[in-house]
């Protein structure tokens, strides 16, 4: 299983999304970049990068913060946040990103994701799921859409997506651990490769959702909030160490 430790940019710091904005917390470091070297430092194997800013504005607007990271670190990256159009996808590939992350853009338009699979290839585009509730959101998660997660993965991978984030985010924002069944039915009832995110905060967490049979787990603020240890979570749930 693929573990992504995570780094969330807005106004060009990394930033905290589980903290409240008024806590000067909610900025962990004011270097993506410094923080990208961190995690590969610490043996990490890929990347996601999220443009807070650019989800909620509908636009990339840390590209150039982003390719700094991609050509500062040696491991892959997959990056997302206000890619809108085939253009938007060219160019972070352009950039060096491994793979391009994509939300609301994906949930709206299906043709937009077939094309971007046709010119591009299924390896280089993941579909971002952000669930509350049970309904998928877009836009920066500041709307919910007419979909719930399962319908909309399975109508994607129809169009050719492989690979799907999905984010619950009633899990993340309530603290009371991963969502274990929502994502167990969600595993069960799609034929993506599901990368999980949302409500981990320690070790365990990422050991019962690794059970689940999912391709990999994104991780941010238990690491921000030194929760969970990069390198032993690498060692026993990539290489299989014991501790």
Not at 26 to 37: I, R
Not at 101 to 106: D, L, N, R, S
Not at 154 to 179: E, M, Q, R
Request: proline content about 2%; charged content about 20%; some cysteine.
């Amino acid at each position: 299983m693929q573990l992504y430790p995570t780094i969330h940019i807005k106004n060009g710091k990394c930033f905290n999304s589980t903290v409240e904005p008024t806590d000067r917390q909610n900025v962990f470091t004011s270097s993506p970049v410094k923080l990208a070297q961190l995690w590969e430092e610490a043996g990490a194997s890929y990347l996601h990068v999220v443009d807070v800013d650019g989800a909620v504005l509908g636009g990339t607007i840390h590209d150039e913060l982003i390719r700094e990271i991609v050509q500062t670190v040696n491991i892959p990256v997959q990056a997302g946040g206000g890619i809108r159009s085939i253009k938007d996808i060219d160019h972070m590939l352009s950039m060096g990103v491994r793979r391009v992350v994509c939300g609301t853009e994906a949930v709206r338009n299906s043709r937009f994701v077939e094309e971007a699979i046709a010119t591009f290839g299924s390896d280089h585009f993941v579909a971002a799921i952000d669930a509350i509730n049970g309904m998928v959101a877009v836009e920066g998660r500041e709307r919910l859409s007419k979909y719930n997660p399962i319908t909309l993965i399975n109508a994607l991978g129809l169009c050719g997506v492989k690979t799907v984030v999905y984010t619950d985010i009633t899990s993340s924002s309530l603290h009371k651990g991963p969502s274990i069944e929502n994502t167990r039915e969600l595993v069960a009832r799609t034929n993506v490769d599901v990368i999980y995110a949302g409500g981990i905060s320690c070790l365990e967490d990422v050991e019962e959702v690794s059970r689940l049979n999912v391709s990999g787990v994104i991780i941010a603020s238990a690491l921000y909030a030194g929760s969970i240890d990069l390198k032993a979570a690498i060692n026993i749930l990539e290489k299989g160490q014991a501790l």
